[in-house]
Nanobody
Framework: QVQLVESGGGLVQAGGSLRLSCATSGSISSAYSMSWYRQAPGKQRELVARITRGGSTSYGDSVKGRFTISRDNAKNTVYLQMNNLKPEDTAVYYC????????WGQGTQVTVSS
């Protein structure tokens, strides 16, 4: 069973930065994709960023130019660098691994104060 553990969340002021990490128990280089999603209270879970096995990246419209997804295959860890944070970025951020199955982490809270 693949496990994913997110870390790096916290409270930050608007305009600040955070880096989230997602450590996995399985090799991320074999996964079809690794993604970050987020869910704010009362809202649906939405895709924030994705990196595919081939290294292609994609981002949600609201975070383009501010967030960057990256990975370290040797550490089996995916990162989400979040810059110029806004109050509307406040949410629980989840890591997802997609291959033949779908795996999720437990989430990490990000709170951006105005």
């Amino acid at each position: 069973q693949v496990q994913l553990v997110e870390s790096g969340g916290g409270l930050v002021q608007a305009g600040g930065s955070l880096r989230l990490s997602c450590a996995t128990s399985g090799s991320i280089s074999s996964a079809y994709s690794m993604s970050w999603y987020r869910q704010a209270p009362g809202k649906q879970r939405e895709l924030v960023a994705r990196i595919t096995r081939g290294g292609s990246t994609s981002y949600g419209d609201s975070v383009k130019g501010r967030f960057t997804i990256s990975r370290d295959n040797a550490k089996n860890t995916v990162y989400l660098q979040m810059n110029n944070l806004k109050p509307e970025d406040t949410a629980v951020y989840y890591c997802q691994r997609l291959d033949l199955n779908e795996y999720w982490g437990q989430g990490t809270q990000v709170t951006v104060s105005s």
